[in-house]
């Protein structure tokens, strides 16, 4: 069991640029979370897929971002139009069904210039 | 809104126990406390959880009061390395419940 795993570890970019990032769960979980934490904040909910259907969305998660579980393993956090408030850590968590503790990948670092 | 209250910051001395209090005194009876710590720089780590019975594992002990309303997280050994931020956190356990995380203690294991 490798845990999760988010790529890239660190982001930096200009503003008005998109950026992608990509988590892959615990195999064989089928809960994945979205998380973001800016600096001195515990991590903020940002969207839950359960296989590849998006079931919730926070409020934090204007129309600028979109994720995407495609076929129910790894998932993809885009950013549009990016802008210096993005500027943040990019977490993803999974979870088994049936016991839903959340398991951290160890997060996207992303900086808007 | 988080449903804990915790201490912002402690300190312990490395190789003492360190007792990390956090207040629920709005907790469900189907939510669960759970536990998990921040190190600088990386994501957060699953510590335990428990419902009412006190819980152990190969990390902490879980000491839930009576009432369900305060419990403690207890590190047996600190170590330099658990110098992070704990966060207490209640949920329910089934179904697919969204962290709400507080701001945590920030907890410093001195030499």
């Known amino acids: 069991d490798t845990g999760v795993s988010q790529d890239p570890r660190h982001k930096i970019t200009k503003r008005g640029q998109n950026v992608t990032f990509r988590c892959d769960p615990i195999s064989e979980h089928n809960r994945l979370y979205w998380y973001r934490q800016t600096l001195g904040q515990g991590p903020e909910f940002l969207t839950y897929?359960?296989?590849?259907?998006?079931?919730?969305k926070s409020r934090l998660l204007s129309d600028r971002f979109s994720a995407e579980r495609p076929k129910g393993s790894f998932s993809t956090l885009e950013i549009q139009r990016t802008e210096q408030g993005d500027s943040a850590m990019y977490l993803c968590a999974s979870s088994l069904a049936s016991l839903d503790t959340q398991y951290f990948g160890p997060g996207t670092r992303l900086t808007v210039l | 809104d988080a449903k804990t209250t915790q201490p912002t910051s402690m300190d312990c001395a490395e190789g003492r126990a360190a007792n990390l209090p956090c207040n629920h005194s709005t907790i469900s009876g189907n939510e669960y406390v759970y536990w998990y710590r921040q190190i600088h720089s990386q994501g957060p780590q699953y510590i335990i959880h428990g419902l009412k019975n006190n819980e152990t594992n190969e990390m902490a002990s879980l000491i839930i009061t009576e009432d369900r309303k305060s419990s403690t997280l207890i590190l047996p050994h600190a170590t330099l390395r658990d110098t992070a931020v704990y966060y207490c956190?209640?949920?329910?356990?089934?179904?697919?419940?969204?962290?709400?995380f507080g701001q945590g203690t920030r907890l410093t294991i001195n030499p």
């Open positions: 897929f359960q296989n590849e259907a998006q079931l919730e």
């Open positions: 956190i209640v949920r329910v356990a089934q179904g697919a419940q969204k962290l709400v």
